[in-house]
């Protein structure tokens, strides 16, 4: 397993294994699946100021977490939103606990205070994942998104 920086040449690999879960998942709430040139823009924009990792195995990309901006205004400076996906192949074997753990320490390293994790519920793995790497539940924002003709709820905080 290699954990390592994304590019924007990683955008092909990272939108197959994001748009299996914009077509078949909950946990985005992305309902039309991103081009490799949007994600390729995505990566770009969001890696100028954060990390976006990848996590790869056997050469191939197996997942990938990233932080971004938690909101817009000044005050939020210290605080991001984190994201991680993974390969259907990849759960289970500890390769999101390797990959999060990093991007958590990275962030350490940077002057973030909060880690802030939007997890779409029901989602066991990604609750379990969560915790197991400190986040705590803070906040249940109910039905804030509709998807598959359900609504979705969830939120969950880290204090590096």
Known sequence: MNIRDAATSDAEAICVIYNQHVRNTIVTFEEVDVTPTDMQTRIANIAAAFPWLIVERDGKCAGYAYAAKW??????????????????????QGVGTALYLTLLEKLRTRAIHTALGGISLPNAASVALHEKCGFKKVAHFDQVGVKFGRWIDGYWQLML
């Open 71 to 92: 909101q817009d205004r000044s005050a939020y400076r210290h605080s991001v939103l984190t994201t991680i996906y993974l390969d259907e192949a990849a759960r289970r």
